[in-house]
């Protein structure tokens, strides 16, 4: 049963360039959520994504942007990198209840991708 | 919006004793609570949760505590091991989409 899978692992951009990762949800997950953890810091949540929309947004510009495909795997994409960009992104993934139409599931995380920007 | 404070951030125990974590939130909307450990380099992993209506929860040799009243609620682990070295998170999820993240306690267990 594979986890969550989020690729590339590591990456390195200079300033001002776009990126995009990559994640795989947990087989039986539909919901994915990415947050942005800073080097001794907790994860910041970013957005989250069901459904092919996005349905939670933190406190993150616009440079910041999503999508969802059909098979419930997800990209994130930022724009104009910054300095400060540079973090460990990680992707959750979670299913949501069929009966109360909540999140309730706990999270599941991959191992992230750590972008480096120069 | 939520707020998550984590104490202490730095703390060292000799195998075979306990440690506690504690966790303070503020949005009383808050129903759920997990724990992660993130070992260096790897992904933060669940290591047991609670919902608002438990107040407590075992799990071997990690239990965790919640004070709805209070806000508060802590990690506690017994007979540490070395293998217990790690970042331990603590998060609240205010509604049913997010979770925040206090800012994490390093746990350091010598033998």
């Known amino acids: 049963d594979a986890g969550v899978t989020q690729s590339p692992t590591h990456l390195i951009k200079t300033r001002g360039q776009q990126v995009t990762l990559r994640c795989s949800p947990k087989?039986?997950?539909?919901?994915v959520s990415w947050y942005q953890q800073a080097l001794g810091q907790g994860p910041q949540f970013i957005f989250q994504?069901?459904?092919?929309?996005?349905?939670q947004r933190g406190n993150f510009p616009d440079r910041f942007s999503g999508h969802q495909f059909p098979n419930y795997s997800s990209e994130l994409n930022v724009n104009a990198l910054l300095l400060g960009d540079s973090a460990l992104y990680l992707c959750?993934?979670?299913?949501?209840?069929?009966?109360?139409?909540?999140?309730?599931?706990?999270?599941?995380f991959g191992n992230g991708t750590r972008l480096t920007v120069t | 919006g939520e707020n998550v404070e984590q104490h202490p951030s730095t703390l060292s125990v000799q195998e075979g004793d306990s440690a506690v974590i504690k966790c303070t939130y503020s949005?009383?909307?808050?129903?759920?609570f997990p724990w992660y450990k993130q070992e260096l380099g790897k992904r933060p992993q669940l290591i047991i949760d609670i919902r608002s209506n438990v107040g407590e929860k075992k799990d071997q040799r990690i239990a965790v505590t919640l004070n709805k009243t209070a806000k508060h609620f802590s990690l506690h682990i017994t007979e540490t091991q070395p293998e217990d070295s790690a970042v331990y998170f603590c998060?609240?999820?205010?509604?049913?989409?997010?979770?925040?993240f206090g800012t994490g306690t390093r746990l350091l267990v010598s033998p």
């Open positions: 087989s039986g997950h539909d919901t």
């Open positions: 994504y069901y459904e092919e929309e996005e349905r």
């Open positions: 959750a993934s979670s299913s949501r209840d069929s009966r109360s139409f909540t999140h309730n599931s706990p999270l599941h």
């Open positions: 998060a609240a999820r205010p509604g049913f989409q997010k979770l925040v």
């Open positions: 949005d009383s909307a808050s129903n759920y």
